[in-house]
Nanobody, 121 residues
Framework: QVQLVESGGGLVQYGGSLRLSCTAS????????MGWYRQAPGKQRELVAD???????NYANSPKERFSISHNYKNFSVYLQMDNLKPEDTAVYYC???????????????WGQGTLVTVSS
């Protein structure tokens, strides 16, 4: 069974930094892309950034200049470096893996359970 486990969330002050990590496990053969979404209270889940196994990145317009996504597909991990955090970045951040192929040839997309990021003003 494929699982995505996130870490790195927490409480940070305005202007601070956090680094989120996510690792996928579960007899995985390949993953097309991994990324991060976030959902603020009362709002819809939105894309933050994603990255393909080949290293092609895609960022939402905001907060593109403050966040940086990277990956290590050898261990099916993705990271989100968040700098100059603002209160509007407060949300639950979800890791996402697209087109996960397992060694028994199942295919699917998977989500982590989310990690809370709170930015105080």
């Amino acid at each position: 069974q494929v699982q995505l486990v996130e870490s790195g969330g927490g409480l940070v002050q305005y202007g601070g930094s956090l680094r989120l990590s996510c690792t996928a496990s579960g007899n995985i053969y390949s993953i097309y892309a991994m990324g991060w979404y976030r959902q603020a209270p009362g709002k819809q889940r939105e894309l933050v950034a994603d990255i393909t196994s080949g290293g092609v990145t895609n960022y939402a317009n905001s907060p593109k200049e403050r966040f940086s996504i990277s990956h290590n597909y050898k261990n099916f991990s993705v990271y989100l470096q968040m700098d100059n955090l603002k209160p509007e970045d407060t949300a639950v951040y979800y890791c996402y893996a697209q087109n996960v192929v397992t060694r028994d040839w199942s295919h699917g997309d998977h989500w982590g359970q989310g990690t809370l990021v709170t930015v105080s003003s």
